[in-house]
């Protein structure tokens, strides 16, 4: 913890009047728990086109698929070409993420609808597909305009194949990602990857942990989550704003994944609601150099940091950024983290976890019974 490099900066907080309330109800405690120790940290869920899964990326640096309860949990794909014994799947979380930069770390999921092709954003290896077969994946591009990809966090893909995805930080990878979010670190970038010539422009640089992103339902604009501040942005990419970014929504805490549904709204998973001491030191730099130096353990610092204690909360948006749900676990007995929610055709929300050994799924069609 003691980094004699790190340099803390200022991170701007909303004030109270652009907060709201949660969900006083916690509904997310009714939340079943699937695949429970069947993988560790499944962040990312995504079904192929034909319906099957869902494949997600997991600790040891494996993307599975779920086959059905006859066959249960299958290895579909891999990342790192440098996988040996080290790479265990039976390995504590402490121990896993030591290895993480040799095994891999998948982490954003999306498929092509038309190839049938798995898109992968790999914390370590850049970004990545493999063929509908799986297997070893293929590195598609490992730097931006003559800087490496340091922490490849996710994506999306467009009609044409374009391929929209985030690069946390130029500095620290993903097993420092809190001394990033204690730092406000603003090296993150938006990159956009054309097939067709192979580039890998810069969208968006100066960024405080960018997150996850999300194409609208008409490909007008990209929607990015950015961790540190806690906000959504909107970057256009079509129209007289073309080109520009601007605020779309101040969020209750630090955003991991976006994804959007059929209806063209946007679902947020957050990681932890913001504290009194992430408020206040945002505003204040030097504390949080002073965080680092309390003669308490790491992971203490990191839970005073986020809160004290895990709980879960995703919210709903609009393609307006205006909020339309929120669903929490006040109490962190069935979701006390959250990094992706998804909803599918089902009226099921499947909600993933870079540090749970399990997925979350929520009905949506009982809530909306029950109003």
């Not at 490992?142 to 985030?166: C, K, M, V, W």
């Not at 501040?229 to 909107?234: D, F, K, N, Q, V």
């Not at 749900?325 to 909803?343: I, N, Y």
Request: charged residues 25%.
């Amino acid at each position: 913890a003691n980094d004699s490099n790190f340099q803390a900066q200022y991170v701007q907080q909303p004030s109270r009047s652009q907060m709201f309330s949660g969900d006083q109800d916690s509904k997310l405690q009714v939340s079943q728990k699937r695949f429970l120790n069947d993988g560790s940290g499944p962040e990312s869920l995504v079904f192929d086109p034909m319906g099957r899964g869902p494949y997600t990326g997991v600790a040891d640096g494996r993307i599975v698929r779920w086959d059905g309860l006859e066959n249960g949990w299958s290895e579909f794909a891999t990342t790192s070409p440098n996988r040996s014994e080290i790479c265990s799947s039976t390995k504590p979380y402490s121990k896993v993420i030591e290895t993480e930069h040799i095994c891999g770390r998948p982490l954003g999921l999306r498929f092509d609808a038309t190839t049938s092709e798995l898109y992968i954003a790999d914390a370590y290896f850049g970004l990545l597909k493999v063929g509908p077969e799986g297997g070893q994946a293929a590195p598609i591009t490992t730097q931006a305009e003559g800087i490496p990809l340091t922490f490849t966090n996710d994506l999306d893909i467009s009609a044409d194949g374009t391929i929209y995805f985030t690069d946390s930080s130029a500095k620290y990878q993903r097993r420092n990602f809190f001394l990033l979010v204690l730092s406000g670190d603003d090296s993150g970038r938006v990159l956009k990857y054309d097939p067709v010539t192979k580039d890998t422009k810069v969208l968006i640089r100066g960024l405080q942990f960018p997150n996850g992103v999300a194409l609208s339902k008409d490909e007008s604009f990209l929607v990015i989550a950015e961790s540190v501040p806690g906000r959504l942005l909107r970057h256009w990419l079509k129209g007289p704003k073309a080109g520009s970014t601007e605020l779309m929504a101040i969020l209750p805490g630090h955003p991991d994944n976006v994804r959007r549904n059929d209806k063209g709204e946007f679902w947020i998973a957050l990681h932890c609601r913001r504290s009194l001491p992430s408020r206040i030191s945002g505003t204040f730099p030097a504390l949080r150099r002073w965080f680092l130096k309390l003669p308490i353990p790491f992971k203490q610092v990191y839970r005073l940091f986020n809160g004290g204690y895990p709980h879960g909360m995703v919210v709903r948006y609009s393609d307006e950024g205006q909020l339309l749900q929120v669903l929490e676990d006040e109490e962190g007995k069935v979701v006390k983290f959250a990094s992706q929610v998804s909803e599918e055709k089902d009226g099921q929300l499947w909600i993933g976890s870079v540090l749970l050994p399990y997925i979350a799924v929520y009905d949506l069609t009982a809530l909306q019974n029950n109003i």
